[in-house]
């Protein structure tokens, strides 16, 4: 039962045009969730996180957005921009539950020039 | 080094050799995890300690699993007669507190032949 989904496995922007990756959820007990960012053979690298209190939180040009109603949140990168090519994990958390992070199967982000 | 460390950074067995898998977290960060990461999918959560204590052992497929962390930093994961599924990435992470970010290291890649 994946409890965290990234339905897009791959998405393809141009650089300097914004990057929407999409993330849904189904256990509605989750109330922290986060970002984050890998390069092949490192590890994780976190980007942003937002609590279920909110529903937006922004970094730069990192935003995410949290639409509790839906289970949905998403993560806007602008303007895009080649180092940004990478994985991208969606992880969701419930606080009172000893911090196991679920993962999302990932999105690869290719920025091309 | 100020990040999380894991070695080795590769590591190949053969089916049934037990394996031991290690690593140290950012000085002074309470919280470690373990987790196991397939190939095209997200980190999947093994085991979580706070200082030296095990608090969630409940993501360890099996009792082959065994996870310790005796002084409450460097933290050792051991496979018992491995099998070709445990072929995994594994990664550690470590956060300051329950409601701090999980830093990840760049993981072991485990092959089982």
């Known amino acids: 039962d994946q409890q965290v989904k990234q339905n897009s496995p791959s998405l393809s922007v141009q650089e300097g045009r914004i990057s929407i990756l999409n993330c849904d959820y189904t256990n509605s007990m989750f109330d922290y969730f986060l970002w984050y960012k890998k390069y092949p053979a490192e590890g994780p690298t976190f980007l942003i996180s937002i609590s279920s209190i909110k529903d937006k939180n922004e970094d730069g040009r990192f935003t995410v957005f949290l639409n509790k109603s839906a289970k949905h949140l998403s993560l806007h990168i602008v303007p895009s921009q080649p180092g940004d090519s990478a994985v991208y994990f969606c992880a969701a958390l419930l606080t009172g539950g000893g911090n196991k992070l679920t993962f999302g199967t990932g999105t690869q982000l290719k920025v091309e020039l | 080094g100020a990040g999380v460390s894991q070695s080795p950074r590769y590591k190949v067995a053969k089916r049934g050799q037990d394996v031991a898998l290690r690593c140290d977290p950012i000085?002074?960060?309470?919280?470690l995890f373990w987790y196991q990461q397939a190939l095209g999918q997200g980190p999947e959560f093994l085991t979580y300690f706070q200082n030296e204590a095990q608090l969630d052992k409940s993501g360890l497929p099996s009792d082959r699993f065994f996870a310790e962390r005796p002084e409450g930093s460097v933290s050792t994961l051991k496979i018992q007669r491995t099998q070709q599924e445990d072929s995994a990435v594994y990664l550690c992470?470590?956060?300051?507190?329950?409601?701090?970010?999980?830093?990840f290291g760049d993981g072991t890649r485990l092959s089982i032949l």
């Open positions: 000085s002074g960060h309470v919280s």
């Open positions: 992470a470590s956060s300051l507190s329950w409601d701090q970010p999980q830093h």
